[in-house]
Every structure is written in C-alpha cells, then in structure tokens.
C-alpha cells in the first residue's frame, strides 16, 4: 500500500482483488478525520468511481475501453477542487506544481502491483507453452533460452488482458506505428543520454530479423563481417544463410573478465569487411563494454570504414558498477554509419510478443534498409506493440525490482560455482541474465551440455554453437526462481563430483 500525504488530503493505492475482477484502488481521504471522500476502482472488468463513499456513495462508472488510471489521473489533474466539492468537501485550490509529482507517483504505484519474483514452481512453469520448458523431456530442468521464469509485469499483463477482454486483437495502426519511436527515442534519451531521430527508428518484428535484413541490404554475398566470438549463435547463422563471410574475434580471458583483443581483431579485418555486427552488451560473456573499448571499436570502424550493426537488446539489463553506452552514441560519424537494434523484450521477458526497433544513424542507411518491401519485411502485430510501450512507459519499477534479483542470483551462481566446481572458469556477468561457464580443465566425456543433459538432467546452451572459444563451455540462463537454480546447480555439482 502506497500513502502519500497532501495537506488536507491523504492518498492511499492498494491492490484489490474482489471476486472475479482486480485492479488498483485509490482513495482520497480528509487527513484530519480519515473520511473517505473519493474512491477510484480502477478494476479491469468494471471499473468505477465513487463520491463520498463513506456517506451517500454516488458510483459513477468508467468505460471499459479507456485506460482507467490514466483517466482517473487525469480528471484529478484537470479538476480535483470540483470532484471534492462534489464529495461534499470544499477546498482551496493546489498548486499545480505540486500535483503533477504526486500524480505522477500515484500512477507508478496503482500500475505496479506488488512483485513476488518466486511465485513460479517447476509444475507451474511446465504447464508453459513456450521452447524453455517444452524442448526437453519432464524431468529435465531447462536453463538455456533467454526467457525468465518471472511474472510478467502488472503494466504488461494488464494491457494483455484487456485486449482479449474487449477482444482487440485487430491489426494494429500501419504502415508504421507512429508512437513507439517516439517513446524507443525518449527511453534512450532519460535513461543513456542519447535520442535518436524519431524519424529514422522503424518497428521490426525483432531484433534478429533486423540483423537479417541489414545484412542483406548493407552488404552483398562474399563480403566479411567481423563479430566477436564467442557470440551469440543468430549471428552465425546470419551470416551463414545471407553468404556473408564470418571474420572474428575471439575474446581473450584477462585477469579480471573477458576482454577484447584489439591487435588482433585489427589483423583480422581485412580489406573485403564491409560490417561490424556488435552484441553490446555481449552475450554469451556479459560484458558490459567500457567507454575506452567502445571508443577504439568506433575508431577501427572509422579507419576501416565499416558499418555498424549494433544489437543492443541486453542494454537495460546491466548490473551497478557498469553502464551501458549505446555505440551510436560515440560522435556524429559514428553515429552515421550505425544500426542500433533495440527491443523490451528481453528486459520485460515478452520475446513471444515480437516487437523491436532499428535506429538509423543516416538517412542513406534507413533508405537502404528500407529496401525490402514492407510486407517482406512482415507486420507487427498489435499485442506486442501495446505490450512493449506498457514496458517502456510504465514498467520500470517491475525492471529494477528484477534486476535486483537477478543480480543476487548472479552473485549466488558464482560463490556456488567457485565453491563446488574447482576448475570452472568462470566471470559473474557485467550485464545480461546469463552464465558463461567454461569447463575445459575438467575434460567432461562428450563435452559439458552432453555432460549435463544426461547426467544431471539440465539443459543448458551448448557453448560450441557460440562459434570460435565456445568449444568446452556452456550457457547458463539464472533468470529463475532460487529454489529452482539452487536445485539446478545442485545437480550439477554432484554429477561432477560423481564423475
């Protein structure tokens, strides 16, 4: 429960659930006496209003279509005098300057219930219909795509529901949804202090398929494109399918991380690269790269005159300590010769929902991605786009709850590994929900997914997909419940131990 003070007033938000409908509650009350006088039921099936509900209880209802906070919050800014007068207490007018940061602090709290991130046991998590828990057989404990085993948001489920609720799953606004970019360029701009052009961001139906079409667009068969590796396996495949030509990589373990090895990247690019396909923040690794190691990427695409595909979709998932910089942020002509991919989906755990967005750092780069057809390109469809601007606009508390969590799981995940598996190499991310575990000096027999998967029956991503220095490592996804990891590493630890 949220209470906020603003004299002669009390606000109070809960979150109700009566019978079969649910949904915040705001009450207005007199400090002095505590007498309800505005009562806001901001339910999803029936939402209504009350005057004076503590004496002749006037209900008013509100349309099911509309969005019920923001029209509550909105009729208070507009008139909170005359709905008291109305509830039968007079008052003198509130200053407007300090009404807006209380609506605006009522409106995160009643969007965002109370979070249980352990909610989820393994039975319930099976009855999923998704990959994670549907690939391998009943018995296996599934750590390996990038999904998280929390509750969705209470913004996102929201939304959801009332789309089916009024069954609005028509197509959504076309060609080109008018005010994601505005809100992907806004986002950018609050939390990485940079804003693209609203005008050069294009929705996509997510990130890997923008990685598809710049290839296809940006370069021509034969043509090098230089990664760092180990990476993440779409981008191989990308690469594979198009008929462009992998140049990589391969970072190096240093005493404290992983890290980029510049003389020898600078060897590799040869005078047939045209792209630099970044993952940033890098998955497998985690990193978080710095500003000096971005710096002297952005000078060797300068001096080598390459393209930048930049996939920045674990940007929101970096841990204290670490920022995330978008690469196209680094200057003016930097910036010009960059596609940066971006999408909620992997922060907010919506990948089903399929929504990203491409900012372009020129007009030439957008005109050339635009190439393809729209319809090639395909649609999007409108529960992700509802999904992802209920993430971007209202979902931030339930982010940063998460990251906590994540980042406790991640410390958990090292002092087990670091305790139990003597030999394991392994860095605690930077960023990303991801373990990078590299078993070589163990010589597990049929390497360590094989390993794993028959003798501790747990699935994780096999580190050999990763491309060039994944042979011998796996993937571990820890955005889990902790019972459920501390039950996965368990079993990992003593399928070692037994041999």
């Not at 003070?5 to 079969?20: A, K, Q």
């Amino acid at each position: 429960m949220l209470s906020l003070e603003f004299p002669p007033l009390r606000f109070l938000v809960e979150h109700r659930e009566t019978g079969s409908d649910l949904g915040p509650t705001l009450r207005v009350l007199e400090s002095e006496s505590g007498r309800e006088r505005l009562r806001f039921d901001c339910f999803e099936n029936r939402p209504h209003y009350h005057f004076d509900p503590a004496g002749r209880n006037e209900v008013n209802h509100i349309e099911r279509s509309l969005d019920p906070i923001a029209w509550t919050l909105s009729l208070l800014e507009r008139d909170l005098v005359g709905c008291l007068s109305r509830a039968g207490l007079e008052s003198a007018p509130f200053p407007p300057d300090a009404l807006g940061p209380l609506l605006a602090k009522l409106d995160t709290a009643m969007r965002n219930p109370p979070l249980d991130l352990e909610v989820f046991d393994v039975d319930s998590l099976r009855a999923r219909r998704g990959e994670k828990w549907r690939t391998y057989p009943a018995d296996v404990l599934p750590a390996w795509v990038a999904d998280m085993d929390f509750p969705l948001a209470g913004p996102i489920q929201r939304v959801l529901r009332t789309a089916t609720e009024i069954q609005d799953v028509g197509y959504p606004v076309n060609p080109r949804p008018r005010d994601l970019p505005t809100l992907f360029s806004e986002r950018m701009r609050d939390r990485f202090a940079w804003e693209p052009d609203p005008a050069r961001c294009e929705v996509l139906t997510d990130v890997v398929q923008g990685i598809y079409i710049a290839l296809l667009t940006l370069s021509d068969p034969g043509d090098g494109v230089c990664t760092l590796t180990p990476i993440y396996p779409p981008f191989l495949s990308a690469l594979e399918e198009t008929g462009r030509r992998l140049v990589h990589s391969s970072l190096v373990q240093g005493s404290r991380g992983f890290e980029i090895d510049f003389d020898e990247l600078g060897e590799q690019i040869d005078a047939g690269t045209r792209i630099l396909l970044l993952s940033h923040p890098h998955n497998p690794s985690g990193r978080a790269f710095s500003r000096e190691e971005l710096g002297r990427l952005a000078e060797l695409a300068l001096q080598r005159d390459l393209l930048v595909i930049s996939d920045e979709i674990h940007a929101d998932l970096v841990y204290p300590g670490r920022a995330h910089l978008p690469f196209a942020s680094l200057g003016p002509e930097v910036e010009a010769r960059t596609i940066t991919l971006n999408s909620a989906t992997k922060a907010f755990n919506i990948a089903g929902l399929r929504c990203a967005v491409g900012a372009f750092g020129s007009r030439d780069l957008h005109d050339r991605f635009l190439s393809i057809p729209r319809h090639v390109r395909g649609g999007i469809g409108s529960l992700g786009l509802s999904a992802t601007v209920a993430a971007w606009k209202h979902s931030q508390p339930w982010l940063d709850h998460t990251l906590v969590y994540l980042r406790e799981n991640r410390d958990f995940l090292a002092e087990r590994v670091a305790r139990h598996l003597p030999g394991v190499v392994h860095f605690p991310p930077e960023a990303t929900y991801l373990a990078w575990l590299d078993f070589r000096a163990l010589d597990l027999p049929r390497g360590p997914y094989a390993f794993f998967l028959e003798n501790a029956r747990v699935a994780l991503s096999d580190g050999a997909r990763f491309g060039p220095g994944g042979e011998g490592a796996v993937r571990v996804n820890f955005a889990t419940p902790r019972p459920i990891l501390t039950e996965l590493l368990e079993r990992m630890e003593k399928a070692v131990a037994a041999g």
